[in-house]
């Protein structure tokens, strides 16, 4: 499984603005039909720049799902992004690729 991460460092003067935009933004990108899953986290690391720093994690239906949001999405859905909060917000992607995954046991028997 692959995981497309946005990290972006965001400017406390549009804190609020940018906050109540990504949780729309989330799901147009969770709405092209390439991912099954999105978590939005908080960075508790202080960065030296300051600002704010948030992670969103996509989880992605396959490679091939990755690549056809690169060449069918991802330039409009970004546009937004950068005429609304080009010089406040710093923005990297990475992907992922899952190893493995582990969880509790919560019933022992």
Do not use: C
Request: hydrophobic share 40%; aromatic share 12%; no cysteine.
């Amino acid at each position: 499984m692959i995981i497309y991460n946005v990290t972006a460092n965001i400017d406390e003067s549009i804190h609020e603005e940018w906050l109540t935009w990504i949780r729309d933004h989330i799901p147009q990108v969770l709405g092209t039909g390439k991912f099954d899953k999105a978590t939005l986290t908080r960075v508790l690391v202080e960065e030296d720049m300051g600002g704010i720093t948030y992670s969103i994690q996509y989880r992605a239906y396959s490679r091939e799902a990755l690549d056809a949001y690169y060449r069918e999405d991802a330039e409009n859905l970004r546009a937004d992004a950068l005429k609304r909060f080009a010089d406040k917000m710093l923005a990297f992607r990475t992907e992922l690729e899952l190893v493995d995954e582990y969880f509790v046991n919560v019933n022992p028997n």
